[in-house]
């Protein structure tokens, strides 16, 4: 009993104060100066970025920058990987925009609407955290999250495009009609001042990314336009500017909306808990293989679930794990969570007092930020990786990929249309499972006859049969089984080899038994070998392995081959079963010789 107390006790530590695991460390003074600069690095990083993906999600940056303080803290404290950098991406920005734009809702109510949608998302991961929920985000296989992932890239960076030219064009209902808006807005309404400052702000950033990796140079590419803004008065040439930011520290409320629209924001608010939570959680395992750290799926659910929480009631917008800044504090040195803490602080530090020096800032070098961040997202060769393991996955990459690009910004559909061919291609796929004839091969392995173009023999059947035995496919095996039975009408014994076989269903237990029944009706003795324990207790359970008989079962193929020798003698053929070699070695005295 006190065994199970003091476990109850370091779960309950695990859970709900994790950082007790990293906290000690800091009293080490290399931990501490490493994170301390790793979290400075990060903020360079975080503060610009911040503020764009608020402008990507349709909300003013200082919104960015309240998504961006407490946000990076608490997910730090309750979260279960140690580098993890946290607060407002690219593609959950977007879906929040695409979540709001269809409700035509005023500014007022979009901030608010914002939040709400982040403490949705806040609650639906601390309660699939808690209850160990993570397992869900599984259904977002890779080749799903690929086909979205590369499609959101190329959907965040076409939008900025009209930023960058100083166009305000037309918003359609699909992608395709808003870039057809701005394709013909381009002759008449381009602006150059803003066309020159957003090539300028572009320019910059991939020189700074391509010869000085190690500095932040969105931090300098930042400060470098605002200058330049400011030196050549880009505003009174018509250049859009951020203009005066909300000084001082978010306060904290209860966002309220309207009854009616709370259903719209529920499946978007369940998608970007699912879909933060994968693009987080897959940074993180990136990670922890080079640091060998233990991560907790659910913990990290309950971790980015609580800084929801905090971004929704402070002001912000929903958030996720940022794959750029988290390299940025690898690289940087980042020990433990301490370095994201030092990141919110620092932001902290910016709301109260150095907000008046983002005033000239031009809305043409956020989109340039935003461009440059999410390209990096577009990788084509997972596309033909996936085809190469499985043409099935990377169908689904593709059809993934264009149904987001074509419903966008509607993403979420993209997902549908993806989870729901990756559930069904596993149906498709164990509809009908490998089944094979076995027989000994030169190297001592059971091998596919047909395959290997190995004798069999006419009157003893050696089956395997891989996959799970339920519903959808017992039917397909019961013919299998039939088929090869009428191929061989001398046949007296049939083995059939259930080590495949993880999970049985009430289908499946009904077939065997049916199967065995027309097995002794006709003469055939009907046995099994290697089943698994859960599938033999089933059997135990449903009465089958009595009706079948004890004897019936075998652990091992050799025994049931040996018991076969025992009872028939030269009545059957089991050369092509064994070995001309002595194996008695590989059989136990306790073998099973009845049948």
Same mark, same amino acid.
């Given at each position: 009993?006190?065994?199970?107390?003091?476990?109850?006790?370091?779960?309950?530590?695990?859970?709900?104060?994790?950082?007790?695991?990293?906290?000690?460390?800091?009293?080490?003074?290399?931990?501490?100066?490493?994170?301390?600069?790793?979290?400075?690095?990060?903020?360079?990083?975080?503060?610009?970025?911040?503020? #764009?993906?608020?402008?990507?999600?349709?909300?003013?940056?200082?919104?960015?920058?309240?998504?961006?303080?407490?946000?990076?803290?608490?997910?730090?404290?309750?979260?279960?990987?140690?580098?993890?950098?946290?607060?407002?991406?690219?593609?959950?920005?977007?879906?929040?925009?695409?979540?709001?734009?269809?409700?035509?809702?005023?500014?007022?109510?979009?901030?608010?609407?914002?939040?709400?949608? #982040?403490?949705?998302?806040?609650?639906?991961?601390?309660?699939?955290?808690?209850?160990?929920?993570?397992?869900?985000?599984?259904?977002?296989?890779?080749?799903?999250?690929?086909?979205?992932?590369? #499609?959101?890239?190329?959907?965040?960076?076409?939008?900025?495009?009209?930023?960058?030219?100083?166009?305000?064009?037309?918003?359609?209902?699909?992608?395709?009609?808003?870039?057809?808006?701005?394709?013909?807005?381009?002759?008449?309404?381009?602006?150059?001042?803003?066309?020159?400052?957003?090539?300028?702000?572009?320019?910059?950033?991939?020189?700074?990314?391509?010869?000085?990796?190690?500095?932040?140079?969105?931090?300098?590419?930042?400060?470098?336009?605002?200058?330049?803004?400011?030196?050549?008065?880009?505003?009174?040439?018509?250049?859009?500017?951020?203009?005066?930011?909300?000084?001082?520290?978010?306060?904290?409320?209860?966002?309220?909306?309207?009854?009616?629209?709370?259903?719209?924001?529920?499946?978007?608010?369940?998608?970007?808990?699912?879909?933060?939570?994968?693009?987080?959680?897959?940074?993180?395992?990136?990670?922890?293989?080079?640091?060998?750290?233990?991560?907790?799926?659910?913990?990290?659910?309950?971790?980015?679930?609580?800084?929801?929480?905090?971004?929704?009631?402070?002001?912000?917008?929903?958030?996720?794990?940022?794959?750029?800044?988290?390299?940025?504090?690898?690289?940087?040195? #980042?020990?433990?969570?301490?370095?994201?803490?030092?990141?919110?602080?620092?932001?902290?530090?910016?709301?109260?007092?150095?907000?008046?020096?983002?005033?000239?800032?031009?809305?043409?070098?956020?989109?340039?930020?935003?461009?440059?961040?999410?390209?990096?997202?577009?990788?084509?060769?997972?596309?033909?990786?996936?085809?190469?393991?499985?043409?099935?996955?990377?169908?689904?990459?593709?059809?993934?990929?264009?149904?987001?690009?074509?419903?966008?910004?509607?993403?979420?559909?993209?997902?549908?249309?993806?989870?729901?061919?990756?559930?069904?291609?596993?149906?498709?796929?164990?509809?009908?499972?490998?089944?094979?004839?076995?027989?000994?091969?030169?190297?001592?392995?059971?091998?596919?006859?047909?395959?290997?173009?190995?004798?069999?023999?006419?009157?003893?059947?050696?089956?395997?049969?891989?996959?799970?035995?339920?519903?959808?496919?017992?039917?397909?095996?019961?013919?299998?089984?039939?088929?090869?039975?009428?191929?061989?009408?001398?046949?007296?014994?049939?083995?059939?080899?259930?080590?495949?076989?993880?999970?049985?269903?009430?289908?499946?237990?009904?077939?065997?038994?049916?199967?065995?029944?027309?097995?002794?009706?006709?003469?055939?003795?009907?046995?099994?070998?290697?089943?698994?324990?859960?599938?033999?207790?089933?059997?135990?359970?449903?009465?089958?392995?009595?009706?079948?008989?004890?004897?019936?079962?075998?652990?091992?193929?050799?025994?049931?081959?040996?018991?076969?020798?025992?009872?028939?003698?030269?009545?059957?053929?089991?050369?092509?079963?064994?070995?001309?070699?002595?194996?008695?070695?590989?059989?136990?005295?306790?073998?099973?010789?009845?049948?």
């Amino acid at each position: 009993m006190q065994s199970y107390l003091i476990q109850f006790l370091i779960d309950a530590r695990n859970r709900f104060i994790p950082f007790l695991d990293w906290i000690h460390e800091l009293k080490k003074p290399e931990v501490l100066k490493a994170d301390i600069i790793a979290g400075i690095t990060v903020a360079l990083v975080l503060i610009p970025q911040s503020m #764009a993906y608020a402008q990507l999600a349709g909300l003013p940056p200082q919104m960015g920058l309240y998504s961006a303080f407490l946000v990076p803290i608490i997910a730090a404290l309750f979260g279960s990987s140690r580098q993890l950098q946290n607060g407002p991406v690219a593609i959950i920005s977007l879906m929040t925009a695409a979540a709001l734009i269809p409700l035509n809702l005023s500014v007022e109510q979009y901030i608010v609407y914002a939040a709400m949608l #982040a403490v949705l998302a806040g609650v639906i991961q601390v309660m699939l955290g808690l209850l160990r929920l993570g397992v869900l985000v599984d259904f977002l296989s890779h080749p799903v999250v690929i086909g979205f992932t590369n #499609a959101a890239a190329i959907v965040i960076s076409s939008l900025q495009i009209g930023k960058l030219l100083g166009i305000d064009a037309e918003s359609g209902s699909h992608l395709y009609e808003t870039l057809w808006n701005l394709l013909i807005a381009i002759p008449d309404k381009t602006h150059f001042p803003t066309l020159a400052m957003g090539g300028f702000s572009l320019i910059l950033l991939v020189l700074f990314k391509k010869y000085t990796p190690k500095l932040p140079g969105i931090l300098f590419t930042v400060v470098i336009a605002i200058l330049t803004s400011w030196l050549i008065g880009f505003d009174t040439m018509g250049g859009k500017i951020v203009a005066e930011i909300e000084k001082g520290l978010p306060s904290f409320t209860i966002p309220v909306i309207q009854t009616e629209h709370l259903s719209n924001l529920l499946m978007p608010a369940f998608m970007i808990a699912l879909l933060s939570f994968v693009e987080a959680f897959s940074i993180a395992k990136a990670i922890a293989s080079k640091t060998r750290q233990h991560l907790s799926a659910d913990q990290e659910m309950v971790g980015k679930g609580l800084a929801n929480l905090v971004a929704g009631f402070s002001h912000g917008y929903a958030v996720s794990g940022s794959f750029s800044r988290t390299a940025v504090a690898f690289d940087a040195g #980042a020990k433990t969570g301490f370095a994201a803490i030092v990141s919110g602080l620092i932001v902290g530090i910016t709301l109260l007092f150095l907000t008046p020096l983002l005033y000239y800032l031009p809305v043409a070098t956020l989109a340039a930020v935003i461009i440059v961040a999410v390209v990096g997202l577009i990788h084509l060769q997972p596309f033909k990786h996936a085809w190469v393991v499985n043409p099935h996955d990377g169908l689904v990459a593709l059809v993934v990929f264009l149904s987001t690009l074509y419903f966008a910004p509607h993403l979420e559909w993209g997902i549908f249309i993806g989870v729901g061919l990756s559930v069904g291609f596993y149906i498709f796929r164990t509809l009908k499972p490998h089944f094979a004839e076995l027989a000994l091969n030169k190297d001592g392995t059971y091998r596919d006859a047909k395959i290997f173009g190995l004798e069999t023999s006419p009157n003893v059947a050696f089956f395997r049969y891989d996959g799970d035995l339920y519903f959808a496919n017992a039917g397909y095996l019961e013919r299998r089984i039939l088929n090869a039975v009428a191929d061989k009408p001398e046949l007296k014994v049939l083995v059939l080899d259930l080590e495949a076989i993880e999970q049985i269903d009430a289908t499946g237990e009904e077939m065997l038994s049916h199967m065995s029944e027309r097995l002794e009706e006709a003469g055939i003795e009907f046995c099994i070998t290697r089943p698994k324990f859960k599938v033999e207790d089933a059997l135990k359970r449903s009465g089958l392995y009595d009706v079948i008989g004890e004897e019936h079962f075998f652990g091992k193929r050799i025994r049931a081959i040996n018991a076969i020798k025992k009872k028939y003698g030269d009545q059957v053929d089991v050369n092509h079963l064994i070995f001309h070699k002595p194996v008695e070695e590989e059989i136990d005295s306790e073998q099973k010789t009845g049948l």
